[in-house]
């Protein structure tokens, strides 16, 4: 690969769901989107992205149901709008049972999933899958998950934040604090496995929080998994360039995104990190095909299977807007409410007045991104222009149809983004974290605050110094002994 040029970060985007970002397309004669409960259709997809050299398969995920338009989940569940949905940590395993090198992004939402347990759910999958693990940072925005966990409504959007902050704070402390390099010695000859003097309860107590004790894992390769985050609300970018390793962002052209891109770069240098330790990546669905006029005959085939009510509840649930209540042609504004503040603001960013017969026509089938349409020099200089002109290191690529949009992205656009020196063709040993950012040895970099509690807690308080006297070492008799 030339080293005048950018590597192109290609992830997967997917939901443990039918229709994802696609509404309607699952109806295609050849879309698997319907076997999202068959552990086979989750394996044969990481192993196809990883005969790809895709970077990782981003998992997005929501507890809640798209039930804002019309006032009904009913549209929501007869075009399989992101319900049924199951949870995103479950294949994992097998995934990674299959591969060697794809990573596994997770959303998992901090409000509704105390950080105590999810720290131990992260490292689990950190070990299994030999550090390949990033998480999905979000706090969720659809009011029908904050009910069904017995809260009145969705907490605030900044608020939401304010409760991150403090989340972020046990989970490194956990990850990075409670347990020294060494602890674990696995020694058989003493009969020690782990050093309790080399534990440590991080004894946090604040607002939100309260978790006494120390973590449940031992240190797993990458001990924090690599941190993604997709909220782009001035709140989510101050948020992001705190804690992020990897972005996401919404964005309507290469235009639009330099303009996010330089901002949230600028931010993350005045958070004191390294402009180049977070990665930013576009949604894009990309159709393509041998030819231009192969990939556009497709496109068109796509948009017969798209349904526009399964489109405006997605968009109802994303926006907090009623879709049934508004006149279809005309233009949209953003509003301020506690949903994703940034759709519809996205949409009018390069000063286009869309409306709600725009949304249909044009994201139906690309959901929260635009869909890209042609042959394989046709999408390769447009990706190249997203990354050059807009700044973003990479994508997330939403399917139109699965697994066919991937297998057609792997077969007709990975060997012409090789052939200009853009995309992989072997993957960097080493963790997740390794790959993506270039770093050796798998540990968050000095800057980010997960940082600081490395070495917190030694010398301090730790489980030896809780542990009284045992009788096999000050003479006491056991039960056994007394009994005789």
Known sequence: MSPSKNRIILNAFDMSCVGHQAAGTWRHPASQASRYNDLDYWTN??????????????????????DVY???????????????????????????????????????????????????RLSTLDHLTKGRIAWNVVSSY???????????????????YDLAEEYMEVVYKLWEGSWEDGAVRRDRASGVFTDASKVHPIRHAGEYFKVPG???????????????????????????????????????????????????????????REPDSLKIFALLTVVTGATDAAANAKYEEYLDYASAEGALALYGGWTGLDFSDLDPDAPL??????????????????????????????????????????GP???????????????????????????????????????ELRRRGRAQSAYKPGTLREKLLGD??????????????????????????ASRPSPFETGTKNHTEAAE
């Not at 540990?443 to 010398?459: E, F, L, N, T």
């Open 45 to 66: 997809l990481a192993i196809e992205l990883e005969r790809g050299c895709f970077d990782a398969l981003f998992i997005a995920d929501v507890v809640g149901v798209y």
């Open 377 to 415: 020099e046709t999408i390769a200089d447009q990706l190249e222009a997203w990354v050059d002109d807009g700044g973003v290191d990479g994508f997330n690529l939403a399917y139109a149809v699965t697994p066919a949009s991937t297998t057609d992205f792997i077969d007709f656009v990975v060997p």
């Open 214 to 272: 120390f973590h449940l894992c031992e240190p797993s390769p990458q001990r924090s998994p690599v941190i993604f985050q997709a909220g782009a609300s001035a709140r989510g970018r101050r948020f992001a360039a705190k804690h992020s390793e990897a972005m996401f962002v919404l964005a309507t052209n290469p235009q639009t995104a330099r303009t996010l891109t330089d901002a949230i770069r600028q931010e993350v240098a005045e958070a004191g």
């Open 333 to 374: 504004t953003a509003v301020e409410n506690d949903s994703l503040r940034t759709t519809l603001e996205s949409l009018a960013a390069d000063g286009e007045a869309w409306t709600v017969r725009d949304v249909i026509r044009k994201r139906s089938i690309g959901g929260l991104g635009p869909v890209l349409v042609g």
């Open 142 to 160: 659809l009011d029908s998950a904050a009910r069904n966990i017995g809260m009145d409504r969705q907490i605030a959007h900044d608020a939401r």
């Open 440 to 465: 050796a040895g798998g540990r968050v970099r000095d800057s980010h605050p997960a940082a600081q509690w490395r070495s917190h807690y030694k010398g301090r308080e730790s489980v030896a110094d």
């Open 70 to 120: 019309r006032g009904s989940a009913e549209a929501a569940l007869h075009d399989a709008a992101q319900v049924p949905v199951n949870d995103p940590f479950a294949a994992i395993s097998a995934m990674a049972a299959v591969t060697q090198n794809v990573g596994f992004g997770i959303t998992a939402a901090v409000t509704f999933e105390h950080p105590y347990l999810l720290a131990r």
